[in-house]
Structures are given as structure tokens and as C-alpha cells.
């Protein structure tokens, strides 16, 4: 183990701390997953802690791996067993498969993603009667997810209820996890919800587990909601082992049930419990941790630290304020253009508030050809390809996923009508059955109600699952996808579309076999496989190789790059307008905004827009600016523009920023002839170009409007140009296609 000489003072007391309750404060860029790591070698080399009575829980599969490599790393010898380290819901899963027959469940259990869980809550509407118009299968989703991390069952939900629509989400919630249940399927929230009912109802389990985790250590702890609260409360009752590293200044999940009392309150539930700051900062400039420190220390609700760096001053942070989305678009691509091009930026985000932000940064970077990653899509497994076929692998595991079984009966299409399937549906309501079960019992005794051509397609396909269900037992994992491909006779089916899109599905079919056999070479089960595919988030897509990103602040958590461009800070925004109101609200609202100014290294960048169109009005509105560029000290901010109207032209800063070569060779490429930084150069004035100031012109989209400046010459010449009813808008000459009027 590389010696702890290597660990700052508190980041070595963090680790050798003896045992009992420890709270680590990691501000940002702290060195946390260091500390995590360090102790977990510590307890394994030094201390003679069993690998194997070692558990450490954070939230994404790209942090835990990330954990699990650095802690073989720092391993000396070669162990016989390992900690367990992963996510809370992969852990969760893990006990799950193991007891949650002790709940009425088999092990083969489904996890149900958004798509499943919205089929099943709209069958649930229609049976109960209910209009979706007046309880949208998504929105009842989110209000049954957050009475779920509440701990609130179908029944206390109803108590609690103040009126009818109240009462009709608690049968729809109650419906919801009947249907669940008939389909020995849980959702994402149930992982957690019964891991814990688990502990509570059989102790002897809770037991045995706390005397397996000696040690137990929680990652992003600020994080936590009430029932991962709760399950690490009963996996640490007996010993006390609990190391909580975490930031209540970056808790920035409420929305989705994060409560920050947990990390606030964390002395009051461990009385003995011991407190240490990591407060010195490996990743960003001193001034920009100033300027982050000076927004987030506004709140209330925070313990406190400062954060510091040896890094130095750097750059002051640069403000630039817009006319509009689109001006603020060709601000940001005018500034990574050149830094890219000359190697000053490693690596580039642009941060917003919304995904609907993304589209005016896109177009703009698509205009200077410059690639870049919008992080947020779909990963792989959400591809529709790959849930069909992984739809046949989970019936093969479990037939009464009737998720699955809705998801594969006609894919591909096997003759059976919408009809055919209504009157499938009606069977099993009627029966208090699930599809599968209304399936064997038609087939079995028929009802009259299906055709015979209905009943052939539907035999064909009972016989196709339990071929299914035999031959997972007999081939390897590969080998079973692979015999899925071949008799279903997808792959079949996709040739014949011939097409560029379905080629481009075929290759990602290929891919799955190819997981497969990873997953297979690491010793998985098909169930195992199957979790894995159900719990990988939009966190783990993020690759690092990207150059520029683009992705919201949220997206943004525990990433970092040499440039980050804040965008859209404006009231209603940043702060959101659901938060506005709301002081709780807010200050998550300012953690959000203190994380986004955390990530970046070197150069961090606020801008703002006077107007924006919201959504559904075709005219702009002016804004307000953010509060929170308020809150940053004006001694740290060097304004890129003087006003929102005339807004001067800019210079990509590099490391070479005050080399005359490097504002010559800059400016060259911009068609201008040197001037002092941030000023017009003479001589490209509206006078000398081919567009005067006051000429009338008309575009293809905003019609017809006035000529107020142009820069540059030939075809990169940029017009600001006034529009009627549409306000200023900044043009390039080579795209914009004007005529003179």
C-alpha cells in the first residue's frame, strides 16, 4: 500500500480514524474517493479487517468501479476475498435475490424501468376508470416514487389525503403495486423500500448482516434519501462503523427525495460521532473557489467550510451578458473554437439549467464543426432493440413478467391483433390472474373468447418461452442471446427493412452478445446480467475522452474539466422558477449553481441572456439576471462586454494570453488586425463593409429587418441585425442566406 505520507493531515486522520461514527466534510475536488480508497486499504493491510466484512455504498456504477480499481491499486497482496463495494441499489439487489422470499417474492424477480412501470400504472388507470387526462401515467409515477422514498404506503397515502384527486392517486398507487406483485416484478424505489421492510420484518437477516459489515462506508452521504437513511441505520446498529463522507453544499437532489438533514443532523442521530474538513482543494483556481464560496455561503443550511488551493489565483471569472439564446450560443462556440484548436482547454462543459437549453449550443457548434457530446440520451440498454430482446430473457427467468410478455408477444409481429390482446388482458382482470397465467389457462381450457388463429400465434409463442426457459440453463450466456436472435427471428426481420437504421440496430444486437460474453467472463448469471442492464444510468455514459460536453448542471456532479461555461443564469432558471417562493428551494437552487462553478479547473465562464422565448410564445420576454451573479464578488469578474446592446468582440483566452503572437495569430484568424484585447480593431466598422449600418435585408425566418453593426469581412462576416418582433439576432454572412430589400 503506497504509504499515507501521500494524504494531507486531515485526509490522513480521515483514514486511520480507530472505529465508531466519523462524518468526513469533503468540500469539492477535496480528495473524497481518496479517502474512501485509503481507508479501505487501511482497514485491510494495517488494521487486519477481513476483506469480506468491508461494505461501501455510493451511487452510480461508474463511481464504485471507480472505487474497486483504485482500491486494487492500492492493495499490496493479492486477496483471497473482496470488500463488497457498489451501489446502494446493486447491494439492495444483491439481498434481495437472496431473501426476499421471506417477503412472498421468488428470487427471479424482474426490476422495472420507466417504460415497464408507465405500462403497468396506464393499464391500472384504465382498469380503475380513471382519464389520463386528469392523472398522466408520468406524473402519477413521479407522486407514487416520492410517497415510495417517504416510506408511505397505498394506505397512509390515502389517510393523509385531502381530497378526491388525493384519494384516486392512492388507489392508483394501490393498484400499481397489486399489478407489481401479479408480475413478481419491483420497481427502482422498491429495491431500496424492501431491503429495509426485509431487515424490519426478519431482524435475524439484519443480524447476520451487521455481523458480516464490520465497516460500513457511504459515499455523497448528502445524497441520501429517508430509506437509504434507514437501511444504513440497520446495517450499522450493532457496531457503529460508519464512515460518512459527503458535502451538504452539493446536495442537490430534493427533487428526487435527497434530504439534507441526513449529512445536517448526523451528530444528533451518532452522538459520538467525529467531524472532519477536508477544506484544501486539488482542482480549481483559488479564485474561482473564492467566487463559489461566496454564492453557497448565502444558505442557512450548511456546516461551513473554506475551501483553498496552492494552484494560485488564475484567471478572474468571465462574465459575458447576451441579447438573446442565440447570442449566447455564438459566444461559447466563439470561445472553444480557437482554445481547442489551440490545445489551451483539455477539456470543455457547457452547463445549463434545462435539456430544451442545448439546442441553440448545438447549432452553434454544428456551425464551426466542432464535435462534442450531449450527455443525457439514451444509454445502450434503453435502446429499443435491446429491450426487446432482453424483454425474452427476463420471461425466460420470470413468466409472469407481464411487462416483458406485453413488450415481446408481437415483437416480432406473430398475428395477434390489439383485439386479441384486449381480450387477453380482460382474461387475466377477470381471473385476478397475470398475462402469463391468463395464457396457460386459455390455452388450456379456452374460453371461446380467442380465435383460432389468435390461439396457434399464442401457443407458438408459450412454446418459444419455455424453449427459452430450458436453454438458459444449458448454454452459456452468449450462446442464450444468441438462440433468442436466431428464434424469434428478430434479427431476421430487421435485415429485411434494409435500411441504414436497422443495420445500425443489428450491430447493436451484436453488441449485446458481446456484453454478454463479458458479463460471462466476470462468472455472472443470466440474473445478474439482467440487474446490471436494469440499473445503468445516464451517469455511467459519460465518456471523458470528449472534448467539449454539454449537459445540464445536474448531469455535472462529480465530473471536472479545464473550462466550464455556465449559461442561461437568469431568475427562473438559475434559480429555477419551481423553486422561486420557496427559501428551501433556493438555497438547493445555489448549491446547483455551486456545483456547476466547481467542476471547472482553469477557466470558468457566467453568462446570461436579456431575452429568452419561453416555451409556447413565439415572442422574447426580457429577464432578470440571476441573483446569484450577484452574490459573486464583482473584484473576481471581468465583464467580457460593456452592454447587452453592443456586446464587443471577444478573445479566446489561452495559457499564451498576453503573447503578441499568440492576439496576432487570433485575431488573424478572426479577419481583424490587432487591438488592445476586448476592443474593436479599426478599420472593420460597418462604414468599410458590404452590409452599411441601416441596410435592409430579409431572412428566410425573421423577415424583414435593419442592419445595426457588421464585423469581419467576406463570407465570416457577422451581422447584428434588428428584426421586428423577434429582436436582435446575430447572423454569419456564409449561413444566414440575407437578400437586400
Not at 282 to 290: A, C, G, H, K, M
Amino acid at each position: 500500500m503506497p504509504s499515507l505520507q501521500d494524504l494531507n493531515p486531515p485526509q490522513r486522520e480521515a483514514v486511520e480514524y480507530s472505529g465508531g461514527p466519523l462524518l468526513v466534510l469533503a468540500g469539492a475536488g477535496s480528495g473524497k474517493t481518496r479517502v474512501i480508497t485509503y481507508r479501505i486499504a487501511h482497514l485491510i493491510e494495517d488494521r487486519g479487517v477481513k476483506p469480506e466484512n468491508i461494505l461501501a455504498v455510493t451511487f452510480t456504477n461508474k463511481a464504485a468501479e471507480q472505487m474497486k480499481q483504485r482500491v486494487a491499486h492500492l492493495l499490496s497482496a493479492r486477496l483471497e476475498s473482496w470488500p463488497h463495494l457498489s451501489t446502494f441499489h446493486s447491494f439492495a439487489v444483491r439481498v434481495l435475490r437472496r431473501e426476499i422470499g421471506r417477503l412472498g417474492y421468488h428470487g427471479e424477480f424482474s426490476i422495472y424501468d420507466e417504460a415497464d412501470q408507465a405500462r403497468l400504472v396506464k393499464g391500472a388507470l384504465q382498469e380503475l376508470g380513471l382519464e389520463e387526462r386528469t392523472l398522466g401515467p408520468r406524473a402519477a409515477l413521479a407522486r407514487i416514487s416520492y410517497a415510495k422514498n417517504r416510506g408511505l404506503s397505498p394506505e397512509a397515502l390515502y389517510r393523509q389525503a385531502a381530497d378526491p384527486a388525493s384519494e384516486r392517486l392512492a388507489s392508483l398507487y394501490a393498484r400499481y403495486e397489486q399489478k407489481l406483485r401479479e408480475a413478481q416484478a419491483l420497481d427502482f424505489d422498491d429495491l431500496l423500500l424492501k431491503a429495509v421492510e426485509l431487515f424490519d420484518q426478519a431482524p435475524e437477516v439484519a443480524l447476520a448482516y451487521n455481523e458480516r459489515f464490520i465497516h460500513l462506508l457511504v459515499d455523497e452521504y448528502q445524497d441520501t434519501n429517508r430509506i437509504q437513511y434507514q437501511l444504513i441505520r440497520q446495517l450499522c446498529q450493532r457496531h457503529q462503523n460508519l464512515c460518512a463522507v459527503g458535502d451538504e453544499d452539493q446536495s442537490i437532489y430534493r427533487w428526487r427525495g435527497a434530504d439534507i438533514q441526513n449529512i445536517l443532523n448526523f451528530e444528533r442521530d451518532f452522538p459520538a460521532a467525529k467531524i472532519i474538513r477536508l477544506e484544501q482543494n486539488y482542482r480549481s483556481t483559488q479564485t474561482i473557489l473564492d467566487a463559489a464560496t461566496a454564492v453557497v455561503s448565502r444558505n442557512r443550511a450548511r456546516k461551513g467550510k473554506r475551501l483553498w488551493t496552492d494552484r494560485g489565483a488564475g484567471f478572474k471569472v468571465a462574465l459575458y451578458e447576451a441579447w438573446d439564446a442565440e447570442d449566447e450560443a455564438e459566444f461559447v462556440s466563439e470561445e472553444i473554437a480557437p482554445a481547442l484548436q489551440d490545445h489551451a482547454a483539455e477539456s470543455v462543459a457547457v452547463l445549463y439549467r434545462t435539456n430544451a437549453q442545448s439546442r441553440a449550443f448545438e447549432e452553434a457548434l454544428r456551425k464551426r464543426s466542432l464535435d462534442y457530446r450531449l450527455v443525457g440520451g439514451f444509454s445502450f440498454y434503453e435502446r429499443a432493440e435491446i429491450k426487446d430482446v432482453l424483454a425474452y430473457a427476463r420471461l425466460a427467468a420470470n413468466p409472469q413478467d407481464s411487462g416483458a410478455l406485453l413488450r415481446s408477444i408481437n415483437t416480432p409481429r406473430r398475428g395477434l391483433s390489439e383485439a386479441t390482446m384486449k381480450a387477453v388482458e380482460s382474461i387475466a382482470r377477470g381471473g385476478n390472474l397475470s398475462l402469463w397465467q391468463a395464457i396457460e389457462q386459455e390455452l388450456a381450457a379456452p374460453s371461446g373468447r380467442l380465435s383460432a388463429r389468435a390461439m396457434r400465434s399464442l401457443e407458438g409463442f408459450r412454446s418459444l418461452l419455455r424453449e427459452f426457459a430450458e436453454s438458459r440453463q444449458r448454454l452459456s450466456l452468449p450462446a442464450f442471446f444468441r438462440h433468442i436472435l436466431e428464434r424469434t427471428g428478430y434479427v431476421d426481420a430487421l435485415r429485411a427493412e434494409n435500411s441504414s437504421e436497422s443495420e445500425g440496430r443489428i450491430e447493436n444486437l451484436a453488441e449485446l452478445v458481446n456484453a454478454a460474453a463479458e458479463a460471462e467472463t466476470r462468472g455472472e448469471s443470466l440474473s445478474e446480467f439482467l440487474d446490471h442492464a436494469a440499473l445503468v444510468s445516464s451517469a455511467d455514459q459519460y465518456d471523458e475522452r470528449a472534448r467539449v460536453s454539454l449537459m445540464t448542471f445536474h448531469s455535472a456532479k462529480g465530473l471536472e474539466f479545464s473550462w466550464v461555461f455556465l449559461a442561461g443564469l437568469e431568475e427562473g432558471l438559475v434559480p429555477h422558477q419551481l423553486s422561486l417562493g420557496d427559501e428551501a428551494g433556493i438555497e438547493e437552487e445555489r448549491r446547483l449553481c455551486y456545483v456547476g462553478m466547481t467542476r471547472a479547473r482553469e477557466r470558468l465562464f457566467l453568462s446570461r441572456v436579456s431575452r429568452r422565448r419561453s416555451y409556447g410564445k413565439e415572442l422574447q420576454e426580457e429577464t432578470r439576471r440571476s441573483r446569484f451573479l450577484d452574490e459573486v464578488p464583482s473584484e473576481l469578474i471581468e465583464r467580457l462586454n460593456d452592454s447587452l446592446l453592443t456586446p464587443k468582440p471577444r478573445v479566446a483566452w489561452t495559457n499564451a494570453v498576453n503573447s503578441v503572437e499568440s492576439v496576432e495569430s487570433f485575431l488573424g484568424r478572426r479577419g481583424r488586425s490587432r487591438g488592445r484585447m476586448g476592443e474593436r480593431s479599426p478599420g472593420v466598422a460597418g462604414e468599410r463593409s458590404r452590409w452599411p449600418r441601416g441596410t435592409k435585408v430579409r431572412h428566410a425566418k425573421y423577415g424583414v429587418g435593419t442592419v445595426l453593426e457588421s464585423e469581419g469581412e467576406g463570407e465570416e462576416t457577422k451581422l447584428t441585425v434588428s428584426f421586428p418582433g423577434y429582436g436582435q439576432k446575430k447572423l454569419l454572412e456564409r449561413y444566414a442566406s440575407l437578400e437586400r430589400v
